[in-house]
């Protein structure tokens, strides 16, 4: 089992860069696909970018292709998501979560653990 722990979130202005991390917990997170979604207020969560487990495929929400790289380090229980040319409309809580399948999946109710969220807030 595992358990994630998102950071990295924060105030920027439109146009800026930010790096979220999820930390993993647990001996087999290496083998499991990870997910990027976000959350508004009053929405509900979407997806954003998606990895598989050994990185030999990625998927993205098509607003943010080209803005945001999501990649991972399995050595370090560890999955990013450097978030480049922020826009306003990108601000959200955002969470990572694991899919222990390694399933290429864009639904959260697919995905099995969650983290807590981290809020990225994009400045006009």
């Known amino acids: 089992q595992v358990q994630l722990v998102e950071s990295g979130g924060g105030l920027v202005q439109a146009g800026g860069s930010l790096r979220l991390s999820c930390a993993g917990s647990g001996r087999t997170f290496s083998r499991y696909a990870m997910g990027w979604f976000r959350q508004a207020p009053g929405k509900e969560r979407k997806f954003v970018a998606a990895i598989s487990w050994s990185g030999d495929w990625t998927d993205y929400l098509d607003s943010v292709k080209g803005r945001f790289t999501i990649s991972r380090d399995n050595a370090k229980n560890t999955v990013y998501l450097l978030m480049n040319s922020l826009k306003p409309e990108d601000t959200a809580v955002y969470y990572c979560?694991?899919?222990?399948?390694?399933?290429?999946?864009?639904?959260?109710?697919?995905?099995?653990?969650w983290g807590q969220g981290t809020q990225v807030t994009v400045s006009s």
């Open positions: 979560a694991a899919e222990t399948a390694n399933l290429r999946a864009t639904m959260p109710a697919e995905y099995d653990v």
